[in-house]
């Protein structure tokens, strides 16, 4: 994997020559293979300028993810609107770094993976996730038309044999045994039956760190608190595939968060 080499001061020039903002301050977010840069306007406006590698089929990629987002947007759901450059561009390639910058709004708030909630709070939130991810999909399957590219990277639940060697790296042998049988399960009971379920394009990706949450209510005030479901982000492993591995990869992350 080819990660990009951008610094928060090249990213606050890009942003500020393509876009026209006038950044007051850049941050670093978390991210697992591309830059994500939060930047905060001198009228305090939030966008996150994405950074990408320029590989081959990334542009069409960002084509795809921004036609996505202005289908949800418009449909009232939750999600980052993409920024159109100063001359009508969705994305700025920059041959020096072999990058590509994307521009989105900010929604704030915190990740629900770094949030400590127990039940039945938790429970609530569940029910909100699986809500907003099932909106979504709904929607991008009456709105959003292909052909859309059936991948076969690591994260597509289909991909078993990258989940065979991921589980060599586990050295418990009890662990190991139990995640063999779970994919040997998988591929004997569910595979062969995948002609019964429904598929079209997926988010794909919907762990505790793309849930984005704020809180209703405070305690001072003697008011329950409630955590709700603010926004859901990074589209960037979308693809299309079964709508029921939208669910398993939601509860596997939700049951991991229910565990701890």
Same mark, same amino acid.
């Given at each position: 994997m080819e990660y990009p080499n951008l610094n928060k001061t090249e990213?606050?020039?890009i942003a500020t020559q393509h876009w026209g903002l006038s950044v007051a301050s850049v941050s670093q977010l978390n991210s697992y293979a591309d830059l994500n840069f939060l930047l905060t306007t001198t009228g305090r406006q939030e966008y996150t300028l994405k950074v990408v590698t320029n590989t081959e089929g990334r542009i069409e990629e960002i084509k795809e993810i921004t036609q996505v987002l202005g289908v949800l947007n418009k449909h009232g759901i939750k999600?980052?609107?993409p920024i159109l450059t100063k001359g009508g561009d969705i994305y700025v390639k920059s041959d020096q770094h072999n990058t590509i910058s994307t521009l989105q709004s900010f929604i704030p708030g915190e990740v629900l993976e770094v949030i400590p909630l127990k039940q039945p709070i938790l429970n609530d939130v569940a029910f909100q996730c699986g809500k907003i991810? /099932?909106?979504i999909d709904v929607l991008l399957m009456k709105n959003v038309t292909g052909p859309?590219?059936?991948t076969n990277f690591r994260w597509n639940l289909l991909n078993t044999e990258a989940i065979k060697d991921a589980i060599a790296f586990i050295e418990e042998v009890n662990l190991s045994q139990r995640c063999r049988k779970v994919v040997s399960d998988?591929?004997?009971q569910v595979l062969p039956k995948l002609g019964e379920f429904r598929k079209g394009l997926i988010h794909g990706d919907a762990n505790t760190g793309n849930v984005i949450l704020t809180k209703q209510g405070d305690f001072h005030d003697k008011q329950p608190v409630r955590w709700v479901v603010n926004g859901i982000?990074?589209? /960037?492993?979308m693809h299309c595939s079964y709508y029921v591995f939208e669910v398993a990869i939601l509860l596997t992350y939700l049951m991991g968060k229910s565990i701890k």
């Open positions: 990213a606050c020039d999600v980052p609107k991810m /099932g909106e859309w590219i059936e998988f591929e004997k982000i990074d589209f /960037g492993d």
